[in-house]
């Protein structure tokens, strides 16, 4: 059996993968078996921050697996509190809880906003208010928490206490709160899966202050825009406002699975023993990969990726065959007037990957990309949108 057979018989059916199999790569390069190069604008998902073959990533991964892959939350460990230290310093948040992928990191701030709820209110106080439109996870309660009723279907029942509001509409999450015990709001900033759509900068403001006023805590969904993506560190930064928890993953990590779930000043005692756990969280090999990754996500970097953003915002607004092109940074979503996935198709065939999102084609470059394979790249897309 080739592996597509192999691939077709063995794992089950959750995906529909792109007829391509990648075997390696060299930053924002990669290539399938049979030797095909292609500029990769999507990244494994928004994972591989630095592109593939990092070598400052790879020595930092490599350096720890010399030491001790892993050690259990039972003992105490450099890396993953040296990582916590530098999120903390780089953000103002107060504590981390660890994890291994984006849906716990969100399941972690969703016993912490019923924690909140409970010790500010009283146990009944536990309603959550996410946003139509939204992603945050695979798992029951974080799909429950997923204001898309299409991630709903087969398995009911959801997770009880979650009331979805119409994202740039603060009347519609004003009636919520009066309409349910509410203890939390919890947000994208950029919708990703949702179409990668981001959120009115007035809009988000008044949310803070809703939630100041009614005692609920903010909480920020940043698995998909954080880690420098949308050319800040944290999206938040650019929004003016300050979460009382902050979730994080993917390009987090670089490449190795790593969930974080950041807490502030009202949310950072929470926790107590026992309140939450994980096996692997924090796991040294992944926690010294994710210091690498967040080290280097500096100034210089976050102006470059506020650049490239605003050369494919230019190159591919009012383009033939665009629609419109939305996000924030290097996540970007272009409408086209084919279907997305025939310009997925024809940029494949001419060495270009991007991914899909909802209706649009997404493109979520490494942070790094070479400005020629970046302006190669979007050559490529314009022809396909044609
Ligand atoms: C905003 C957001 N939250 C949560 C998740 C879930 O992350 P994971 O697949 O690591 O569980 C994703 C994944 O796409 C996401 O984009």
Redesign the pocket.
């Known amino acids: 059996m080739n592996i597509f057979e192999l691939d077709n018989e063995y794992i089950a059916h959750t995906y529909a993968r792109f007829p391509l199999q990648l075997v390696s790569g060299n930053g924002s390069l990669v290539y399938d078996q049979q030797g095909k190069e292609y500029i990769d604008l999507g990244t494994g998902?928004a994972v591989n921050a630095f592109g593939v073959n990092d070598e400052p990533w790879k020595r930092a991964v490599t350096a720890q697996l010399d030491k001790i892959q892993h050690t259990s939350n039972l003992y105490y460990s450099e890396p993953c509190a040296k990582l916590a230290q530098m999120l903390c310093t780089r953000t103002g948040m107060k504590k981390v809880f660890f994890s291994n992928?984006?849906?716990?990191a969100?399941e972690c701030a969703i016993k912490a906003g019923r924690k909140y709820g409970e010790v500010k209110k009283g146990k009944e106080y536990y309603t959550i208010i996410t946003l139509k439109n939204s992603?945050?996870?695979?798992t029951i309660t974080?799909l429950s928490a997923t204001g898309q009723d299409v991630f709903h279907e087969h398995f009911t029942p959801m997770t009880d206490g979650f009331v979805f509001a119409t994202p740039n509409d603060i009347q519609d999450a004003e009636r919520l709160v009066k309409e349910h015990k509410c203890s939390a709001i919890f947000i994208?900033l950029v919708q990703?899966?949702g179409g990668v759509t981001a959120l009115d900068k007035g809009y988000v403001k008044a949310l803070e202050d809703l939630a100041r006023k009614e005692d609920l805590l903010l909480m920020v969904?940043e698995?998909?825009t954080g880690n420098g993506r949308t050319g800040t560190l944290y999206a938040y930064m650019d929004y003016g406002i300050t979460p009382d928890v902050v979730t994080t993953?993917?390009g987090l990590g670089g490449g190795l699975p790593i969930?974080a779930t950041m807490l502030g000043e009202r949310a950072e005692n929470l926790f107590t023993a026992g309140l939450n756990g994980s096996t692997f969280g924090g796991n040294p090999v992944c926690a010294s990969g994710a210091l690498s990754i967040i080290e280097r996500i500096d100034e210089n970097l976050l102006a470059e990726v506020r650049k490239k953003s605003e050369y494919i915002f230019t190159e591919l607004t009012g383009a033939k065959g665009v629609k419109s092109v939305s996000g924030k940074g290097l996540m970007i979503g272009v409408e086209c007037e084919k279907d997305a996935n025939e310009v997925i198709a024809t940029c494949r065939e001419q060495g270009v990957l991007v991914i899909k999102a909802k209706n649009k084609v997404r493109l979520l470059p490494a942070l790094n990309i070479p400005w020629e394979l970046l302006q190669k790249a979007i050559k490529t897309i314009k022809e396909a949108c044609q």
Do not use: Y
């Open positions: 998902i992928s984006g849906a716990e969100n992603f945050h996870g695979r974080t994208e990703g899966e969904d698995v998909q993953a993917k969930g």
